[in-house]
């Protein structure tokens, strides 16, 4: 059952995120195993020859009365610099969900 659970999560979040990165390009492919809290993504990037590959190895979700949050812990690149910049931006960072995130997140899990 978890995974046509986290099947329905990742397509649902395919689509949110493809609308917000259409100017610089498109996740052709996105798997979650949120049993592992990973994360794994394909990007097809304008302009670029090849695929991005991301690796998120884990983040945890907090829940609270103010909302959610999502904090990455870890995560990796198919390119040496998308991984430096994950670590820079994003990994140990606490990022706020929205409330539809948040109602979607508390469905599924």
């Known amino acids: 059952m978890q995974g046509s659970k986290d099947a329905a999560l990742a397509f649902a979040m395919r689509r949110v995120l493809n609308a917000r990165l259409g100017p610089f390009g498109t996740i052709t ?51 040496e610099w998308v991984t430096a910049a994950l670590h820079h931006f994003a990994v140990g960072r606490r990022f706020h969900l929205s409330r539809k995130a948040s109602m979607v997140l508390r469905f599924v899990t």
């Open 29 to 79: 492919a996105l798997s979650l195993d949120t049993a592992q809290r990973r994360a794994q993504f394909r990007l097809e990037l304008r302009g670029e020859k090849g695929p991005l590959d991301v690796d998120v190895r884990r983040y945890d979700i907090e829940r609270s009365a103010k909302g959610d949050w999502l904090t990455v812990v870890d995560a990796v690149a198919s390119r």
